[in-house]
């Protein structure tokens, strides 16, 4: 996991920054890959919110290749909802462009167009040259898996033509937290086009999961990995984030594993620090991967 080009920076930290902003401060810490959020101004499912080519033209000015979208389709309004209120003061204004929970419904119409927008994403991921989209499932609730399978099933059809692989990423203690229900929807999905993004920080302070044992649970489905560090404060009784290296996540143990089951998709560096400025926090998080893994 010395490669550069195997590197990406989540764009969440900066959302703040316009879309060129935000991608020269990627690229100048020392980027060569982005995953970009699913939130306008760095990108929308619907063009009039957000203009894709523009979007694609800025990531070439800056020599970035668009890795990922991340984004939350199959989950309608909820599954934004839920990712959104890890983030306190992000509001959530075009809910109503939206299905209430996604790929849970129970009506036609609804589901219909749930999967008329992932199907846009995944065509937004092709032009861009992505390898991946994130995607949610349904309203997370364990006990609908089953009702949401044949959609999922359609939306990773979709993208394997597209050359395109979903992943859904580790958070909360719905169907994302659970590692081995997580399994169960990929081996039930049936498809190499959909997997897990391990994301070993949310697995332990949103689904109460020790990250290493989810490993092993989820290894063969694993297709992209998030990393951010954090210390636990006994006192507020909270997991605090911090830079790259600083923090309990044992990311040695992780990067070794991955490399012990070959894997060979990406990783990305998940800048969440409060109180130092992303502008070199992105750059800080790279500089404590590269002396994690003695990268020169």
């Excluded at 306190?88 to 109503?96: L, Q």
């Excluded at 994403?121 to 995607?135: P, Y």
Aim: hydrophobic share 35%; glycine share 8%.
């Amino acid at each position: 996991m010395k490669d550069i080009n195997r590197i990406t920076f989540p764009s969440i930290a900066l959302i703040h920054h316009p879309i060129d902003s935000a991608f020269k401060i990627i690229a100048d810490a020392g980027y060569k890959n982005v995953d970009i959020i699913d939130r306008n101004p760095h990108w929308s499912v619907f063009p009039d919110e957000v203009n894709h080519e523009l979007v694609k033209k800025t990531a070439e000015k800056y020599g970035l290749a668009i890795y990922m979208i991340n984004g939350y389709f199959g989950g309608g309004a909820s599954g934004r909802t839920n990712a959104w209120k890890h983030h306190p003061g992000f509001d959530f204004p075009n809910k109503h462009r939206y299905t209430p929970i996604g790929f849970s419904s129970v009506d036609e119409k609804e589901l219909e167009m749930e999967l008329e927008q992932t199907k846009r994403a995944i065509d937004c991921a092709k032009f861009f040259g992505s390898k991946l989209v994130r995607f949610w499932p349904g309203d997370e609730d364990a006990k609908k898996l089953d009702r949401m399978i044949p959609w999922l099933k359609e939306m990773t059809n979709y993208a394997q033509q597209k050359g395109i692989t979903m992943v859904g990423e580790n958070e909360d203690v719905g169907i994302l937290g659970q590692p081995r229900t997580l399994v169960e929807m990929c081996n039930k999905v049936a498809s190499d086009h959909i997997g897990v993004l391990y994301e070993p920080l949310n697995l332990v302070v949103e689904s109460g999961v020790d990250y290493k044992e989810a490993f092993e649970i989820m290894r063969d489905v694993i297709k992209m990995v998030h990393l951010k560090d954090a210390y636990y404060d006994p006192i507020h009784r909270t997991y605090i984030p911090t830079l790259f290296g600083e923090g309990e996540m044992d990311y040695r143990w992780v990067v070794d594993r991955l490399n012990d089951i070959g894997y060979k998709g990406n990783i990305g560096l998940e800048y969440e620090v409060e109180g130092y400025r992303p502008e070199k926090g992105a750059k800080q998080y790279l500089d404590g991967y590269k002396k994690l893994v003695g990268m020169s």
